[in-house]
């Protein structure tokens, strides 16, 4: 997300940009919406109304947090420049830095986020309503039953039922096992289409809105919540499911696009080897290709790799030793040494898992820095999860961290 909305933001600035990723990053694990800060505090089962006005005790709590760098003229100036970047085509993303919308998730639970696809954000639950939770026999992980009776047990001011159908026949290799990728594709015909309003038949009489798994297709995706409306009569609302996630999809689809409108060159499959730093400056990186290594040169350098979950940040360990880097420049990370302090003790621990927030240091321009605070290259930015203290897995920020940074480094490149 960091790296790929950096690299749009520059290459519409009219900066000449490569993109160079070993793959297509984390968005196809992720729900598609935009998290800026959804509990504080971060152990907290109470979600934030204004993710704005909880900063402040946020980062009061967390001191070592990177909203502390950015602050809210990027946290705002990054959603911002975000729907910018996707609000064009099917994709409609909505909602405000001021305000959470509260989403149902795939097991029932509720889900604060600060941008969603309108697709999604019509299932805010705060609108009250009688709403029915549509799933699939064939589509593995969607339980309406369960979605509906968790939703019903929080005394939101909602009445939810469930209702599964069989899928009309579709041509993927096991019907019985079909991703929410394949199931997005085939949605896409009218006739598939046409075929499931039937399996519904009368079930949806009495109800406001209805809700179906994040499958309803994806290039065309505005086209069939629009068919499907039309058919039903309804209001209808997706629901985020475990990936491969479809709105993940039709974000990436959207942001490769944008970025190749904007004349950016963009390489994936290729892996960045190393890179080296001489008198503060980045001087080149090498990245791999089928004849070997290949240099590349450049006045600024963006560093998104992820942190542990990603790969962006790397560990080993030999006993109670343990080791905690940077693939790439070598950079210093802030990790504990003693591997066993890595790990609280359970593992959905209230105050999350100490190795999620190791990452490279950075001043307030994003540069890495050693031990005393000093720019190791200042022409290096380390955005997104790669920054220590980027904790996702806390009070719910990773999106609006990768988008915030994003902003203050196109700042700093651009002016």
């Given amino acids: 997300m ?30 598609g919406c935009i998290d800026v800060l959804g509990f504080q505090p971060a152990d907290s089962r109470k979600p934030v109304k204004n993710p704005l006005n909880s900063l402040d005790s946020f980062l009061k709590e967390r001191p070592d947090h990177p909203y502390h760098y950015v602050g809210r003229k990027h946290i ?35 889900r604060p986020t600060c941008l969603a696809p309108a697709s999604l954000a ?38 939810t039922d469930a209702l599964t159908i069989t899928l009309p026949p579709i041509p993927v290799a096991d019907d019985m096992n079909v991703t929410p990728i394949e199931l997005a594709h085939v949605f896409e015909r009218p006739n598939f289409r046409a075929n499931v ?16 798994p994040a499958v309803l297709g994806i290039q065309h995706h505005a086209e069939v919540i629009a068919d499907l409306e039309k058919q039903l009569g309804k209001r209808i609302f997706e629901i985020s499911t475990l ?40 001087r080149q990186i090498h990245f791999e290709t089928a004849n070997g290594l290949k240099p590349v040169t450049g006045k600024n350098y963006v560093l998104a790799t992820g942190g542990i979950y990603g790969g962006g940040i790397q560990s080993d360990s030999d006993g109670a030793v343990g080791r905690v880097w940077e693939p790439i420049f070598d950079l210093p990370v802030e990790a504990d040494q003693n591997r066993h302090n890595w790990f609280a003790t359970g593992f959905l621990d209230s105050k999350g898992q100490p190795f999620a927030g190791y990452g490279v240091k950075v001043n307030d321009k994003l540069n890495p820095v050693n031990d ?8 290096l930015y380390i955005a997104g999860a790669t920054i220590a203290g980027a904790d996702w897995t806390r009070g719910r920020t990773g999106d609006g961290v990768a ?8 700042e700093q490149i651009v002016g």
């Avoid at 005393?372 to 022409?379: I, P």
Wanted: glycine content about 12%; proline content about 3%; overall charge positive.
């Fill in 403 to 410: 988008l915030a940074t994003a902003s203050a480094i196109v």
């Fill in 243 to 282: 990936p491969p996630s479809v709105p993940g999809r039709r974000l990436f689809d959207v942001l490769r696009q944008t970025f190749g409108q904007a004349e950016g060159r963009l390489i994936i499959g290729s892996k960045v080897v190393d890179g080296v730093i001489e008198k503060g400056q980045v």
């Fill in 372 to 379: 005393s605070g000093n720019a190791l290259a200042e022409n």
């Fill in 122 to 159: 019509n299932g805010d639950l705060s609108r009250g309503g009688r709403m029915l939770i549509v799933g699939f026999k064939e589509l593995r992980d969607f339980y309406p039953a369960l979605i509906s009776q968790n939703l019903n047990a929080q005394d939101l001011g909602i009445q």
């Fill in 197 to 212: 309003v039937k399996a519904i038949g009368r079930h949806h009489k009495n109800y406001d809105r209805i809700g179906f």
């Fill in 2 to 31: 960091s790296g790929l909305t950096t690299a749009c933001q520059l290459a519409q600035a009219r900066q000449k940009v490569l993109l160079i990723a070993h793959g297509i990053g984390a968005l196809l694990l992720a729900s």
């Fill in 76 to 110: 705002e100036a990054g959603l911002e420049a975000f729907q910018r970047l996707t609000n064009h085509d099917s994709l409609d993303y909505q909602g405000s830095v001021e305000r959470n919308w509260l989403l149902p998730s795939a097991i029932g639970a509720l």
